[in-house]
């Protein structure tokens, strides 16, 4: 397989889980950033890498950084009362009244509103992290 076949295979992996490692780890995420900017990549050590964040345990920084990137699509779009639940939701998360299911839930609430195909394949959104990374 030519290096280009796996730079796209792996770009793709990455569009996947990419806020799902960022919910997880700021410093794999960047790792990563850095490992895909090399000019030969490989689909099994990025697979690694992205394994890596299953066991870690959650970061309340890391998955409401994660949470504000993806904020960042709805942003332009969203209506006000939109942008102040979504916060309210993660003030309640951070406070440890609800847990990420909340916050995860009120974004497919958003991308019901206000379709986007990219987020709509995130492992963070689809929660198909553990399929993924079989």
Not at 30 to 36: K, P, T, V
Not at 82 to 89: A, G, P, V
Request: charged share 30%.
């Amino acid at each position: 397989m030519n290096q280009k076949h796996i730079r796209k295979q792996c770009e793709q992996l990455w569009t996947r889980n990419k806020y799902y490692v960022l919910s997880k780890s700021h410093k794999i995420y960047l790792e990563i950033r850095e490992y895909l900017k090399e000019t030969e990549v490989d689909v099994n050590v990025l697979l690694q890498k992205i394994k890596q964040v299953n066991d870690i345990q959650e970061s309340k920084k890391d998955f409401h950084n994660a949470i504000l990137h993806v904020w960042g699509y709805f942003k332009n779009t969203a209506e006000r009362f939109e942008k102040e639940e979504l916060f309210r939701l993660l003030e309640e998360y951070r406070t440890g009244v609800s847990d990420q299911s909340s916050v995860i839930h009120y974004i497919h609430t958003l991308l019901e509103k206000y379709p986007n195909n990219y987020l709509q394949q995130s492992t963070l959104i689809t929660g198909e992290q553990d399929e993924i990374m079989a």
